[in-house]
């Protein structure tokens, strides 16, 4: 069974929502989202969490995670504005089979909050 290793940037109230879940999947996309962004390096996750999340949720988290290289076969990575910049758009109807396809826990490997850093784990 072959994984890809992927990122996700979160702020706090999906954060919540993952551990609701028992770092298993991440929820539904809201109306105004349809499009589910996974990323392919830890340090894009980290500039999105440190410089998107903390400004705009006052918390950012870089998540962690294994998807069967199976399911991800069938989408393309999308570059979003060069190489270190690639994402998968995993349309929102898709999400629960996405999720399905998650092997083992979401790891939470890094934390900024507003003045404070914390949390280094490995995926």
């Known amino acids: 069974m ?8 979160v702020g706090p109230i999906e954060l919540d929502l993952i551990k609701q879940s028992g770092m298993r999947a991440f929820p539904p996309r ?3 989202q349809p ?26 988290y870089v ?14 990575p999308q570059d979003a504005g060069g190489q270190a910049l690639r994402e998968y758009w995993i349309p929102a109807e898709d999400l629960e089979n996405f999720n399905a396809a998650i092997v083992g826990e979401i790891v939470v490997t890094k934390a900024f909050e507003q003045d404070r850093t914390g949390v280094d784990r490995q995926c």
Request: glycine share 4%; with cysteine; charged share 20%.
């Open 35 to 60: 499009i589910f962004y996974p990323v392919l390096s830890e340090d894009y996750a980290i500039r999105i969490a440190r410089d998107w999340n903390v400004s705009r949720d006052g918390a950012g």
């Open 2 to 9: 072959e994984t890809v290793t992927l990122w996700r940037p």
């Open 30 to 32: 809201l109306p105004d």
């Open 63 to 76: 998540t962690c995670f294994k998807v069967l290289s199976t399911f991800l076969a069938a989408y393309a």
